[in-house]
């Protein structure tokens, strides 16, 4: 890790800050842990003496990712994942703010807890970190948390982590408790009496693996539901994460409908469909699951379009022992703090969105659905930024991940682009050399 704090100057870059709904050439000035100065020609005369000027050489600059749900394993699970760990993955993969979820042992459903995450991530990591807190007490779906407690004690929202909650009942009281606190709900949406015994997208290709498998409409009854709850709470409603067209109508109707309702999608179901599970890959194991391409297709139009807010990694680290098992017997989840971007910059290569969509959803609307600093390279914003080369290309070497477990879905995938420079509150944190 770097910790030189002299004025940085990137200069003769791609400025990319959809804050601004600006994609063009231009210069960025950091000092103090805030940007100064975000505009094309400031030059070498225009600062501070000392400035550690970079010629950027036309690569991108853009305001740091902030990973809207990736689970670390801290506390109680740190064989998994650790606050050190997981930001050092995250700063190589051009994250600088994480957003962790609350089902550690014990559950962040209390002040104390939410107090302990936040004092151990900042003596331990490099990045941002911000807790989620549980919607409910133990996440058991039958009692709500002290919402404003919580948030008081900094939870930047409230979600059961990949557990739905069933009961209709608790689900609208949370909803209208947290409306009062102006408080995100960020709810996954499987009812899981639906799911059963599934463990792949339900279809033909299940069917040959002899596979049991999972419905569209296990998430999609389970989304309608939360909808009708927000029009009868008007309260404010986040999907952690769909996959399939029926939900992306669902979510069209109630945008239509003025509802305050928002979107994730994870980078998995951005970048791969239930063939790339092929013969039986575990890594590829996720809740919820890999759809079709027509799937797929719709979700990365959604992202285009601004029906879906945002991309996120969905970082679940599991280790050898539960992961490499038979399909049927192993963990859900892959990691993805450190290939988030790097798959991303597939959809742009391929002509499915540019830029400033992409940085728009992975940065500056979770910063605005969340009410946090960053997201931005106006002056005044937190210096977290970051420095793409979008053409350089690449294999993955599950020996660089900085994860402590190596469940990746791009195990030797070629990719185009990736991060050469992370920089957090004035900070270069991570640089490829």
């Known amino acids: 890790m770097l910790t030189d704090r002299r004025p940085i100057l990137l200069a003769n870059a791609r400025v990319v800050d959809p804050s601004r709904d600006f994609d063009g050439p231009g210069d960025v000035l950091i000092a103090d842990g805030f940007i100064r100065d975000s505009r094309r020609g400031i030059g070498a005369a225009g600062v501070p003496e000392g400035t550690d000027i970079i010629n950027c050489a036309g690569k991108v600059v853009a305001p740091g990712l902030i990973d809207m749900r990736a689970f670390v394993g801290e506390p109680g699970a740190s064989h998994r994942e650790t606050f050190a760990s997981a930001s050092q993955a995250a700063a190589s993969g051009g994250i600088t703010t994480i957003i962790c979820q609350p089902d550690t ?3 962040i459903d209390n002040s104390a807890t939410v107090d302990f995450v936040l004092r151990r991530a900042r003596d331990t990591a490099i990045v941002n970190i911000h807790p989620m807190a549980a919607l409910t007490k133990g996440m058991r779906g039958e009692e709500m948390t002290e919402i404003g407690l919580l948030k008081a004690a900094g939870a930047v929202a409230f979600t059961d982590g990949d557990r739905s909650v069933t009961n209709a009942q608790v689900m609208r009281r949370t909803l209208t408790y947290a409306r009062d606190f102006d408080a995100l709900i960020v709810h996954h949406t499987e009812d899981p009496n639906l799911v059963g015994e599934g463990v792949m997208n339900e279809g033909e290709f299940a069917a040959r693996l002899g596979l049991v498998g999972i419905p569209n409409a296990a998430e999609a009854v389970m989304l309608e539901r939360d909808m009708r709850l927000v029009a009868l709470t008007d309260g404010r409603y986040h999907a952690a994460s769909l996959t399939c067209i029926e939900s992306l109508e669902i979510l069209q109707r109630a945008r239509d409908a003025g509802l305050s309702v928002s979107a994730s999608v994870s980078i998995n179901h951005l970048t791969l469909n239930e063939n790339d599970i092929g013969p039986y890959r575990s890594f590829l ?30 970082h679940n680290p599991q280790d050898v022992e539960v992961k490499r098992l038979p399909f049927a017997e192993a963990a859900y989840g ?57 053409d350089t290309p690449w294999v993955l070497d599950p020996a660089d991940l900085k994860s402590q477990c190596k469940n990746t879905p791009f195990d030797a995938a070629r990719f185009s682009g990736r991060v050469v420079r992370t920089i957090v509150g004035g900070r270069t944190v991570f640089e490829h050399v």
């Not at 940065?363 to 605005?368: G, I, V, Y």
């Not at 931005?376 to 937190?382: E, I, K, M, Q, T």
């Open 105 to 107: 042992s014990p559950v």
């Open 285 to 314: 194991k996720l809740s919820p699951p890999l759809r079709t391409e027509d799937d797929r297709l719709a979700l990365v139009a959604a992202v285009a379009s601004g029906l879906i807010d945002v991309v996120m990694s969905d």
């Open 334 to 390: 892959a990691i993805g703090l450190q290939t988030i971007l790097p798959a991303a910059l597939r959809l742009i290569h391929n002509g499915a969105t540019d830029f400033k969509t992409l940085i728009r959803a992975m940065s500056t609307r979770p910063a605005e659905l969340l009410g946090l600093p960053g997201g931005s390279l106006r002056a005044g914003s937190p210096a977290d930024v970051i420095v793409i080369d979008p």
